[in-house]
């Protein structure tokens, strides 16, 4: 087993991860930061293609307060205030940060464009033209991260277990996919920054990287969750025609920018019916907006695709060329001509509102372990505003950097070998291999996403999710000790998926569990079975993991006045 | 998800760790207008052979520039490369180290342990 220490460990390297390494890196600390996949490549930040909301006031008049208001007002009542007045206060200071260290936002007239997206008051979503947005701000920090002479990069490793004894983390192991080789990292603090879990549906906008790993570390580890059963469907993922080469969330800055009406299967408007106002704009929020695709398809007015048509065939192409320049022939390439037919549009998996439990140094309640980003749950509430995803990784990321850094610096490296759990049992299930006939890893989350998007996805009732957590069960207790698991150790993703699916089951347990326990219907969570809000539930719900059980219970929300808001 | 099959594609698939002694190996993959390559090595995965290596993250967007190979001859990223009825030869890239099947060495230098 290779060993390496460092002050602080970052797990994920998206945007979150190394805005981490960077902060902490400039406070003086040694750092490691690890990816699954390649040092900012994977995840979901290189994937945005839209907008970052933050209060600048360049394009009119603006105040982080504002910006504040739009997000608690979006979240539906389950706001952290304490950490949505961070990400509010702060994305300004970093959207410019940002644009020092390279990215270039789209500007007119001497200052940086904003626009308006659903939910915002002002106009205030910056960009990188043409939907470049991700791949623009990733380059600016890989570049960043590649100038500082303490931050080692390790690309390729798969964090399976947080080191943890007497609620202090003391590192992690990880699993390197190129050699198969476990390796163990000791750290004086570890952040999770390993983003959302929307891998665990079926349709998902997802990368490889989103299976909900940071989730499942961090409740192994003994940190709270909250708000795990508020996934955001994103209302108009692209299902048809076919479209290769570009992110399934496009269609949002086309909203943005030109509006496009959104029909039924009988080219009807029907926002408006489900107490959203459309109308060939962009205004209905994420929740709303998914809510009444769904129901027109259940009502049997959806598209052949089970979803929405979306419609932008009364705009000029000469319009969609000056917004969209070189996409529309991408488009094209693909067989989508916007003047000549409408694309199919519907609600998938696309960003996690729940997630670790953090205090306003994105600490949790397990000294040294930090999280930041996607990772962290509760400043966007039941439901997130577009924009504010990229800003949190920005804020998040840069808090949980400093902070690790400052708790690195009074703390000590223990270098001794620890148990490592979840390591030997993973290396158990490889030596026997499974059954001939037994699925594989890649089977069974396959399985798993199935399960989770028709029993747990947007429309949930009890009898559902009841059924979703006895397979959840069952998959963790007689699949996954049993499943076919090829011997070999370069570049097996059989190994891989193991460990991922161990951390997927995990997660997946948590969203169904809260989802079952939230009996009323807000923001992203809808329950069939009990259609209303409910004012005795607004709370946030936190999980823990007691004798090896999910224990959930509930907390009245941080609100941005109360005295020790945060932890209790 | 491959949700109409619209045919069969067969698709050539140069295995193991040896850039001198691999193999084909074929696999027919259920076809529908508008795929790519990668989407065909996923469902391969999934459903016929889950010990084929393959180098992705995004899936879909062509932002993460990790699933390149050489198909029919050509270096292409898979995300981008439409499939094609028929058959389809996929190789790992010809001038990188091969890790196995199509994963090459594509790591940075400074990102490895």
């Known amino acids: ?568 | 998800m491959i949700e109409r099959s619209a045919g069969t594609a067969l698709l050539r698939i140069r295995r193991g760790a040896s850039q001198r002694a691999g193999r084909f190996q074929e696999f027919n993959v259920a076809y529908e207008e508008g795929m790519s390559v990668l989407d065909a090595l996923r469902w391969i995965r999934t459903h016929l052979d889950s010990t084929l290596a393959i180098r992705y993250s995004c899936i879909n967007a062509n932002a993460c520039k990790t699933c390149m190979a050489r198909v029919n001859g050509k270096i292409e990223y898979t995300c981008l490369a439409k499939l094609t009825p028929g058959v389809t030869t996929v190789e790992p890239l010809p001038k990188r180290p091969l890790i196995r099947d199509l994963v090459t060495d594509t790591v940075p230098d400074e990102e490895k342990l």
């Open chain 1, 1 to 568: 087993m290779h060993q390496l220490s460092t002050d602080v460990l970052i797990v994920g390297a998206g945007g979150a991860g190394m805005y981490a390494a960077i902060t902490a890196a400039r406070a003086g600390t040694s750092v490691i930061l690890l990816d699954k996949s390649l040092v900012g490549r994977g995840g979901a930040t290189v994937m945005a293609q839209m907008t970052v909301a933050a209060a600048l006031g360049q394009q009119e008049a603006d105040a982080w307060t504002t910006h504040l208001e739009d997000t608690i007002n979006a979240g539906r009542g389950l706001c952290n205030e304490e950490l949505s007045v961070l990400l509010c206060r702060e994305a300004p200071a970093r959207i410019l940060e940002m644009e020092a260290w390279g990215t270039r936002w789209a500007r007119e007239n001497g200052h940086i464009k904003q626009e308006f997206a659903p939910g915002h008051s002002r106009k205030r979503c910056c960009y990188v033209d043409f939907l470049n947005t991700g791949p623009a701000v990733a380059a600016t920090l890989r570049r960043k991260v590649g100038e500082m002479q303490n931050v080692r990069r390790l690309s390729n490793i798969a964090v399976i277990e947080i080191l943890v004894q007497d609620r202090r983390a003391l590192g992690a192991v990880g699993l390197h996919v190129a050699d198969g080789e476990l390796v163990m990292f000791h750290a004086k603090a570890v952040i999770l920054a390993a983003g959302g879990l929307t891998k665990l549906f079926a349709r998902n906008s997802a990368s490889a990287n989103m299976g909900g790993e940071a989730y499942a570390l961090a409740l192994w580890a003994g940190a709270e969750l909250v708000d795990m059963e508020f996934v955001q469907f994103f209302p108009i993922g692209h299902l048809a025609p076919r479209l290769v080469g570009m992110d399934p969330i496009l269609w949002d800055p086309f909203r943005y920018k030109l509006g496009g009406k959104l029909l039924n299967g009988r080219f009807e408007e029907f926002v408006d019916r489900y107490g959203g106002a459309d109308f060939g704009k962009y205004t209905a929020m994420r929740d709303v907006a998914a809510y009444a695709i769904l129901k027109e398809v259940e009502a049997g007015r959806g598209t052949p695709h089970g979803g929405a048509y979306l419609d932008f065939r009364h705009i000029s192409e000469q319009q969609l060329r000056a917004a969209f320049g070189p996409v529309i022939d991408r488009l094209l390439a693909n067989g989508i001509d916007l003047t000549k037919a409408p694309v199919e549009v519907g609600p998938m998996a696309h960003y996690h509102m729940g997630g670790v439990r953090v205090n306003a140094d994105m600490a949790t309640r397990v000294s040294g372990l930090y999280a930041a980003g996607e990772a962290v749950g509760g400043a966007n509430g039941a439901n997130r505003l577009s924009g504010n995803a990229i800003s949190e990784a920005f804020v998040f990321g840069a808090r949980a950097g400093a902070a690790a850094a400052e708790y690195a610096r009074r703390a000590t490296l223990q270098r001794e070998m620890l148990p490592v759990r979840a390591a030997f049992e993973g290396l158990e299930a490889l030596s026997h291999g499974g059954a001939k006939d037994a699925p594989t890893p890649a089977a069974l989350q396959a399985e798993l996403q199935t399960l989770m998007w028709e029993q747990a996805g947007p429309f949930r009732t009890e009898e559902k999710l009841a059924a979703a957590l006895q397979r959840i069960k069952r998959m963790q207790l007689d699949d996954l000790p049993n499943l076919r698991l090829s011997q070999g150790n370069s570049f097996n993703l059989d190994v891989q998926d193991w460990f991922e699916l161990r951390a997927m089951l995990a997660t997946a347990e948590t969203v169904v569990t809260a989802a079952l326990a939230r009996r009323e219907s807000r923001g992203a969570h809808q329950r069939e079975d009990f259609p209303d809000a409910d004012e005795a539930l607004l709370k946030n719900q936190l999980l823990e993991l007691k004798s090896g059980r999910l224990v959930s219970r509930w907390l009245a929300p941080a609100r941005r006045h109360a005295k020790g808001a945060g932890h209790d």
